[in-house]
C-alpha cells in the first residue's frame, strides 16, 4: 500500500521534483499550496510524512510544525522542511518546535528521498536532524561529499544572493525614502523572502538541465572518428 507524503510547498518546480521522485518511489502525494491548505489536508487524512517549505508567507514551516504538533495523533509525525541555501537555519527554534529534519535546497531529489525513508522506518530519532548542507547522507547513513557542481551552486548561490540583496537594498535607501520606516520594513522583509525562493528555483532549474544534458551526451556515445575529422578545421 503506497505511503502518503503531504508536500506543501508553493513552487511548481520543487512539487514536480518531489512528485516524480516519490511517485515511483510508491508514495502517494498530496500537494498543499500554503500552510493553511496544509493543515486543512492533514485533518482531512494524516499522512505518513510531511514535507514543508520553511519559508511560506503567513505561516512558515516551523509555524505549520508546531499546528502540527498539536493536533491529535500527529504528535509524533515525521515533518522534513525544504530549508534555504541561503538564509540561516534556527536549529534551536526548529527543535522547540518539534522539527524532525531538514534538507537544504536545491537538493538531489535520491538524498531526499532516502531521508524520508529512513525517517518512516523508524531508524532515526524523532528529535531534529539536520542534513548538513555541505554534505550529503547514502542510505546507511555514512556521509560523503557532495559533487563539485553542488558546492559550485551553494557558493555562487550564495555570492548572487548577497550582490542582489545589497543592490535592492541600496536602491531601497536611495529610490523609496520617502516611505514611512515601517512600510520600508515591510518591503525589505519581503524581499529577503521571495528573492531566496526565486534563485532556489532557478538553481534547481539549471540542475535538472544539466542532468539531462550530461544523460544526453552519456547516450550518444563518444564521438565517431568521422565526426571528429569533420569537425577539425
Known sequence: MPKTLLLVEDSFT????????FVPADFQVVVAHNAREGLAKLQAQIPDVVLADATMP???????????????????????LLTSSFA??????????????????????????AMVQR?????????????????????????VAPAESDLMHQVLGRCVLQAVQEALHTHLKTMLETLTPHILEEVRQILNIKVPELLEI????????????????????????AAEEAAEP
Open 202 to 225: 532557478l538553481l534547481q532549474r539549471e540542475i535538472e538541465k544539466l542532468k539531462r544534458e550530461v544523460a544526453e551526451e552519456a547516450k550518444a556515445g563518444p564521438p565517431t572518428e
Open 119 to 143: 525517517f518512516m522506518t523508524g531508524s532515526s530519532a524523532p528529535d531534529s536532524l539536520t542534513t548538513d548542507k555541505a554534505f550529503a547522507e547514502t542510505d546507511d547513513g555514512t556521509a
Open 58 to 80: 503567513d505561516m512558515d514551516g516551523f509555524q505549520l510544525c508546531q499546528h502540527i504538533r498539536e493536533t491529535a495523533g500527529c504528535e509524533h509525525l515525521p515533518v522534513l
Open 14 to 21: 520543487i512539487q514536480n521534483v518531489v512528485q516524480t521522485t
Open 88 to 113: 540561516v537555519y534556527d536549529e534551536v527554534h526548529a527543535q522547540r518546535v518539534g522539527v524532525t529534519g531538514s534538507m537544504a535546497k536545491p537538493f538531489e531529489p535520491h538524498v531526499l528521498l
